[in-house]
């Protein structure tokens, strides 16, 4: 069979996936198990997959899915509980006192509070954090969706404190290979690691510029009472303002202190610059911008998590400050877990492990409860039910609410997520064929030729769509990416900074990160709605860091340690 062929068939589940989301608008709880089936097929009869290893894959996956599916839990009973507890209510009125805009409070939810808990925390939790409060504060919830999975996006490659660069390209790179060239030269894989960091850095900080943007042109064109671009370009300065807020000490955290708090730092020091301003009125147009009357909404804008006021009101009136207070012990648990080395090996201690799933296949699978972000937001759920001081009767009734939402979320992503596992796992066959993953990037590759850094972000992208996750598709394709780059004589470094960015960009339509998002928000059997408008600035941001990365290479001659020393083609 033609490598032409084979890539064809590769791609075919997620071509398929795409007519039945987006072109039959099928929900995914009908496409995923198509889909999956599918892939189940093609595993065995054309890549040779073993009966056991197609199983054992699957089986991993629903592991990742339980912990997945934790998170959305998580998530949902957080803002149930502060929706029983009057905080909603209370956060709602502090929206209003900074700004009554619903383009400035869609920025500082979701970009300036999404970024920092995306390096936090990452794993897709922005979305499902951001927009059922967005949902709460009074946003359609295909809105809050949409905007909330458009966050992830720039912060992404240091979501997790680094883990997509320190575990995704640490893993997905032979280090001890590239480690011995560099010693060659006097240089080592550190330098090289920060090289590739610095890269991944300046390149979304550039792309990055004008997402939020983005953001509220998407919001009011398609969410809008008038489907208006002006409106969204009227803002255009505070957007701005918004962006370059987190981008600067984004970009210098990530040249100067390394991967793990880039997109942490960028968003305290943009939060604490744009709110000031906000209240300030400074760069917003004096006529506040709202959605129409929810009475206009139509129908397939509202999910079954829609608040109305009087749902929110609750039985006492919290202070503002009060009312934060679990999302602040959100956001300082997720970095103390993450940071404290103490505190993330007790989390870790409780642990369900797998290994050698099926017996002798190598999968393995691990479920941490307490040190995932699904913990951590029930243990604020815990000390949020003591400082708002609630019944016992009001936390039941928010644990029986997020209990009945994620059973609609499991039944797609118990498709989804083993669908995927079969597709990177399929690098062991009996037919000594590349995994799926890779031939599809294998025919861009041989496709486009000299122009291939124009093109290394989409393969990112391309990774992420199918896995999900960046670290995902940068532990499958960095490897990829850097060999690529050595046969054209370019710098690696460069070329697998431009695979991190576009895999970042891939998580905007990631079909299991808009499932989970929509989730949280009572929307499933509604993604394709969703994919149909992040598909928009995921083109965007993979064009853009294509064409940065195609600068670097011809016109500014951007190299590093190994090209520069001519070792770009000792490996092919």
């Not at 009125?93 to 700004?99: C, L």
Request: net charge neutral.
């Amino acid at each position: 069979m033609s490598q032409t062929l084979l890539s064809l068939i590769a791609f075919f589940p997620l071509v398929l996936a795409g007519i039945l989301l987006i072109g039959f608008r099928w929900p995914a709880k009908h496409a995923m198990p198509v889909v999956f089936v599918v892939t189940v097929i093609i595993a065995l009869l054309v890549w040779d997959m073993s009966v056991v290893r197609v199983i054992a894959s699957s089986l991993q996956g629903l592991v990742l899915t339980a912990a997945i599916l934790w998170i959305i839990f998580g998530a949902i009973l957080l803002l149930n509980t502060l929706k029983h507890s009057g905080g909603i209510l209370a956060i709602r009125k502090g929206f209003s006192a900074i700004s009554p805009d619903r383009r400035v409070q869609a920025l500082i939810v979701t970009w300036l509070f999404g970024c920092f808990i995306e390096g936090a925390s990452g794993f897709g939790t922005p979305a499902a954090v951001a927009a059922p409060l967005m949902v709460a504060l009074g946003f359609p919830a295909v809105a809050a969706v949409v905007v909330g999975m458009m966050v992830q996006s720039t912060p992404v490659s240091f979501g997790a404190v680094g883990t997509p660069m320190i575990v995704g390209v640490g893993a997905g790179l032979d280090q001890a290979s590239i480690g011995a060239q560099l010693a060659t030269i006097d240089s080592s894989w550190e330098v090289f690691f920060r090289l590739i960091v610095s890269e991944v850095a300046i390149i979304h900080g550039i792309v990055g510029l004008l997402m939020p943007l983005f953001m509220v042109m998407i919001l009011v064109r398609f969410f809008g009472k008038n489907k208006s671009w002006k409106e969204g370009l009227e803002i255009a300065p505070f957007a701005f303002f918004t962006a370059v807020a987190f981008v600067i000490p984004y970009m210098l955290a990530g040249v100067f202190l390394g991967p793990e708090f880039p997109a942490m730092i960028g968003g305290l020091v943009g939060l604490a610059i744009v709110i000031p301003a906000a209240k300030a009125g400074f760069l917003i147009p004096k006529t506040p911008w709202d959605f129409a009357d929810s009475r206009e909404w139509p129908a397939e804008w509202m999910g079954s998590i829609e608040m109305k006021l009087d749902d929110v009101a609750g039985k006492r009136p919290l202070a503002i400050w009060m009312a934060w207070v679990p999302y602040v012990l959100l956001a300082a648990l997720l970095v103390l877990s993450r940071t404290n080395a103490t505190v993330k090996a007790a989390l870790n201690s409780l642990s369900l492990r797998f290994t050698d799933i099926m017996g002798e296949t190598g999968l393995s699978a691990s479920l941490e409860p307490l040190y995932l972000p699904g913990g951590i937001l029930v243990m604020v759920v815990i000390l949020t039910y003591f400082l708002h001081r609630m019944s016992f009767t009001e936390l039941k009734r928010a644990v029986g609410e997020s209990t009945n939402t994620i059973v609609g979320a499991g039944f797609v992503l118990i498709f989804t997520i083993p669908m995927v596992r079969i597709l990177i796992n399929s690098s062991v066959n009996m037919s000594d064929l590349p995994s799926m993953p890779v031939a599809m990037a294998e025919a861009v590759a041989a496709s486009v030729g000299g122009v291939y850094p124009l093109f290394a972000p989409m393969v990112g992208a391309l990774g992420a769509f199918i896995a999900g996750s960046n670290t995902a598709s940068n532990l499958m394709l960095s490897q990829f990416q850097f060999n690529t780059a050595e046969l054209l004589g370019i710098s690696g470094a460069l070329i697998v900074a431009a695979q991190s960015v576009g895999a970042a960009a891939g998580n905007m339509i990631a079909i299991h990160n808009v499932v989970a998002a929509s989730a949280t928000v009572g929307l499933l059997g509604r993604e394709g709605i969703t994919l149909r408008k992040t598909i928009l600035p995921t083109i965007y941001y993979v064009t853009a860091a294509g064409i940065i990365t195609m600068l670097a290479v011809y016109v500014f001659g951007i190299g590093d340690p190994l090209s520069a020393a001519g070792l770009t083609t000792t490996r092919g």
